[in-house]
């Protein structure tokens, strides 16, 4: 136990407590607790790290289960477990392959996560970067629905809403409804806030749709109307086969 070590060369410590650690590199193979901090301007290994102070590492491999304050990274960092962060972490590149934990996280690079927690603010897309997820994205469960807000324009090849059967009751025909398709109508229009946009929109309102059919329309925090659009098409597909059964009975009386 050491109030303080500077070591130049290659140092082998089967256990390490320091208050205050500089090394040129440093390898242990078993507990290293460090209260203070530590600077290896060299390669470092380590079987078990736990650091309570501030740590700057240029490179930094760790195979176990690693708690830290403060992590800042310069170089690749590669993690094969488990990061625990409780405090402010800052990364150019991180890749993490297994569940990761972050109070909070700010990536200025490309950054590759495996799964990912964040409890605290989440800062993604700065200076033209962007976050890319190539498997599913869920936002809550199917027993407790969450929103997804997004003020720019969604590109997809599709989008499919949940419509089993088996997860429905009180199934009802709309055939009695299709007179409210009556009592709505479409519309172009421009935002009001041009930040949202100043393109020429087309789309319902949402009062109209409200009074046919509150179930259709959501309202937010600050009041504001959202219209569940597919919940539109099965008035319309009520509509179109009321509509073509009345043409077959035109074509019937008209022969």
């Given at each position: 136990?050491?109030?303080?070590?500077?070591?130049?060369?290659?140092?082998?410590?089967?256990?390490?407590?320091?208050?205050?650690?500089?090394?040129?590199?440093?390898?242990?193979?078993?507990?290293?607790?460090?209260?203070?901090?530590l600077n290896v301007t060299n390669k470092g290994?380590?079987?078990?790290?736990?650091?309570?102070?501030?740590?700057?590492?240029?490179?930094?491999?760790?195979?176990g289960a690693t708690s830290l304050k403060t992590?800042?990274?310069?170089?690749?960092?590669?993690?094969?477990?488990?990061?625990?962060?409780?405090?402010?972490?800052?990364?150019?590149?991180?890749?993490?392959?297994?569940?990761?934990?972050?109070?909070?996280?700010?990536?200025?690079?490309?950054?590759?996560?495996?799964?990912?927690?964040?409890?605290?603010?989440?800062?993604?897309?700065?200076?033209?970067?962007?976050?890319?997820?190539?498997?599913?994205?869920?936002?809550?469960?199917?027993?407790?629905?969450?929103?997804?807000?997004?003020?720019?324009?969604?590109?997809?090849?599709?989008?499919?809403?949940?419509?089993?059967?088996?997860?429905?009751?009180?199934?009802?025909?709309?055939?009695?409804?299709?007179?409210?398709?009556?009592?709505?109508?479409?519309?172009?229009?421009?935002?009001?806030?041009?930040?949202?946009?100043?393109?020429?929109?087309?789309?319902?309102?949402?009062?109209?749709?409200?009074?046919?059919?509150?179930?259709?329309?959501?309202?937010?925090?600050?009041?504001?109307?959202?219209?569940?659009?597919?919940?539109?098409?099965?008035?319309?597909?009520?509509?179109?086969?009321?509509?073509?059964?009345?043409?077959?009975?035109?074509?019937?009386?008209?022969?």
């Amino acid at each position: 136990t050491l109030g303080s070590l500077d070591v130049s060369g290659a140092t082998s410590l089967t256990v390490l407590n320091a208050s205050s650690t500089t090394l040129g590199s440093l390898e242990t193979s078993d507990a290293t607790t460090i209260n203070s901090t530590l600077n290896v301007t060299n390669k470092g290994t380590l079987g078990e790290l736990q650091i309570l102070g501030a740590t700057t590492l240029a490179t930094l491999h760790i195979s176990g289960a690693t708690s830290l304050k403060t992590l800042r990274a310069t170089d690749a960092t590669t993690l094969d477990t488990t990061l625990n962060v409780s405090g402010i972490t800052t990364l150019n590149t991180l890749n993490i392959s297994g569940a990761t934990s972050l109070h909070s996280l700010r990536a200025t690079g490309a950054t590759t996560i495996a799964s990912l927690t964040v409890s605290g603010a989440t800062t993604l897309g700065v200076g033209g970067q962007a976050l890319k997820l190539l498997g599913a994205v869920t936002i809550g469960t199917t027993n407790a629905p969450k929103d997804l807000n997004v003020t720019g324009h969604i590109v997809t090849q599709s989008i499919t809403t949940t419509s089993d059967p088996i997860l429905k009751t009180n199934m009802r025909s709309l055939a009695a409804r299709t007179s409210d398709i009556d009592k709505i109508d479409g519309y172009e229009f421009n935002w009001a806030d041009t930040s949202r946009g100043e393109d020429l929109q087309f789309g319902l309102n949402a009062d109209e749709i409200e009074a046919i059919n509150p179930g259709l329309v959501h309202v937010d925090s600050n009041g504001f109307k959202s219209v569940n659009y597919m919940g539109i098409v099965g008035l319309l597909v009520s509509n179109v086969k009321e509509l073509r059964e009345d043409l077959s009975e035109i074509k019937k009386t008209s022969v």
